[in-house]
């Protein structure tokens, strides 16, 4: 298996932003783990967090998505996106 890990950057706010901040990653992730490392963001729009849940793990099957050092709200909205989109074994919120 395969593991990355990419910084959020210190804002995010819209779907849009999501798929630009997403756009370079294979098409194919089922092979992947990603660990988004949140330790820089700031401010976070349910929006966006919806967004990067559903292009990794519905969109591009991504094995795992781990949500590092999230702040309790991103991290809120997270669950609540891959529980909603029954993608949620395959997520993990991680202080």
Do not use: W
Not at 28 to 55: G, R, T, W, Y
């Amino acid at each position: 298996m395969i593991t990355e890990t990419i910084e959020t950057p210190r804002r995010v706010g819209s779907r849009e932003q999501a798929r630009s901040f997403l756009a370079t990653l294979p098409i194919d992730l089922c092979h992947s783990e990603f660990h988004l490392d949140c330790a820089q963001l700031e401010a976070s729009a349910p929006s966006f967090i919806n967004e990067m849940v559903k292009i990794l793990l519905v969109e591009r099957s991504a094995a795992q998505v781990r949500l590092l050092r999230a702040p309790p709200r991103t991290r809120e909205y997270a669950e609540r996106s891959a529980r909603n989109r029954g993608v949620d074994a395959r997520f993990f919120a991680v202080d």
